[in-house]
């Protein structure tokens, strides 16, 4: 029998939303910054959805659906896309080596699984669905599991880095060799770059 989540309640939002502040926006600059050792390490150890890898050097059912506090006019510099996809990748880290198991009718094999079912039931994935469509499979079938994975490998981790060189080409001068050596001459550097 499918586990269906009950819908979010109107409170969900106002109870359980992280905001970022100027006291706490650091906080939130080193999530982002373990969000990107989690996706470095998927891609350069494994070269897909890390399933056994989670740090606990964040919180991401905080970061889930975080919101910068807009009193302050300001945004600190954080990339909320990242914190919110990131913070999906870890949870579905920490559900992929249980997914076998939680087909089972009424099994919850840990805590950690129990928290992201009830994050799950509360609405906290309802920004992110394919995020949300990968965590339902896993209590439903191991196999459509692990190919929403894929997807999510492709479309969260492999698409941030997508998107940082999109931008990249688009704002940056292309300097060619001949300026960068002109440059370096001009510094007073003798040596030569081929």
Do not use: W
Not at 111 to 119: P, S
Not at 151 to 174: H, N, S, V
């Amino acid at each position: 029998m499918r586990r269906q989540p009950a819908r979010a309640p109107d409170e969900f939002n106002k109870m359980k939303l992280h905001y970022i502040t100027k006291e706490n926006h650091q906080e939130a600059q080193q999530a982002a910054r373990a969000i990107l050792c989690i996706y470095n390490k998927t891609i350069t150890s494994y070269g897909n959805f890390a399933n056994n890898f989670y740090t606990n050097e964040f919180d991401a059912f905080k970061y889930i659906q975080c919101r910068i506090d807009i009193t302050t006019g300001h945004p600190f510099g954080v990339d909320l896309n990242l914190l919110h996809e990131g913070s999906a990748v870890a949870l579905l880290c920490r559900l992929s080596p249980f997914s076998g198991r939680l087909t089972e009718k009424n099994v919850i094999p840990d805590a950690i699984v129990d928290k992201i079912l009830r994050y799950l039931q509360d609405g906290a994935f309802d920004l992110l669905p394919l995020a949300k469509d990968a965590a339902l499979s896993a209590f439903e079938d191991e196999d459509i599991f692990t190919a929403k994975l894929r997807i999510i490998y492709e479309e969260y981790i492999l698409g941030y880095y997508r998107k940082i060189t999109a931008c990249q080409d688009e704002t940056r001068p292309q300097l060619h060799i001949s300026q960068f050596r002109a440059k370096r001459h001009r510094q007073g550097e003798t040596r030569e770059f081929s």
